[in-house]
T-cell receptor, first 114, second 113 residues
Framework: GEEVAQTPKHLVRGEGQKAKLYCAPI?????VFWYQQVLKNEFKFLIS????????ETGMPKERFSAKCLPNSPCSLEIQATKLEDSAVYFC????????????FGSGTRLTVV | AQTVTQSQPEMSVQEAETVTLSCTYD???????LFWYKQPPSRQMILVIR??????QNATENRFSVNFQKAAKSFSLKISDSQLGDAAMYFC??????????FGKGTKLTVNP
């Protein structure tokens, strides 16, 4: 399809629970990016993939966050043992090329940790 | 590391008038791209306009244009004939050799009827 599909739109988890977010990139796009937008609107880069391979994971909190992009499956971002500070909107974006084209963003998943 | 600064947390404009949103960035790279994204209350990120650093000509997309000053590391967005639908958060973003986008903190634009 021509849109980046993120599911679910909203997710509520109790502190310590697991959260799993999904992203289906645009068909034919080789690159997938995950960003976290916190309440003050600031965007934080988490991780990027080139096909199923990790391209850049410098933004990932290694202890509790993990992500995958497997062939023929939506990409996923998983947070183990969520904390209140993980409450944010998580955006996925995809791109044909890694530089210059601009990304196509999904509509985001709002994670609320209570 | 690259940084992007949007010095105007909020701006307002009258419908049909023109408004300019400021953005400056810091980088030691010579080849990069700059973007303006619009985020309405729906929170969907919409690409408004992009500029390649190697191009001297300022990018234009209908009512949206940029003033790209490479030496000054400035990349402002001008919205002409503002419409109510232009009300949103606007984010300036930089993309260099590291590929990931670096965002400013955003400017909230209000359009008054």
């Amino acid at each position: 399809g021509e849109e980046v599909a993120q599911t679910p739109k909203h997710l509520v988890r109790g502190e310590g629970q697991k959260a799993k977010l999904y992203c289906a990139p645009i068909k034919g796009h080789s690159y997938v990016f995950w960003y976290q937008q916190v309440l003050k609107n600031e965007f934080k880069f988490l991780i990027s993939f080139q096909n199923e391979n990790v391209f850049d994971e410098t933004g990932m909190p290694k202890e509790r966050f993990s992500a995958k992009c497997l062939p023929n499956s939506p990409c996923s971002l998983e947070i183990q043992a969520t904390k209140l500070e993980d409450s944010a909107v998580y955006f996925c974006a995809s791109s044909q090329s890694v530089q210059g084209g601009g990304y196509t963003f999904g509509s985001g998943t709002r994670l609320t940790v209570v | 590391a690259q940084t992007v600064t949007q010095s105007q947390p909020e701006m307002s404009v009258q419908e049909a008038e023109t408004v300019t949103l400021s953005c400056t960035y810091d980088t030691s790279e010579s080849d990069y791209y700059l973007f303006w994204y619009k985020q309405p209350p729906s929170r969907q990120m919409i690409l408004v306009i992009r500029q390649e650093a190697y191009k001297q000509q300022n990018a234009t997309e209908n009512r949206f244009s940029v003033n790209f000053q490479k030496a000054a590391k400035s990349f402002s967005l001008k919205i002409s004939d503002s419409q109510l639908g232009d009300a949103a958060m606007y984010f300036c973003a930089y993309q260099g050799g590291s590929e990931k986008l670096v965002f400013g903190k955003g400017t909230k634009l209000t359009v008054n009827p």
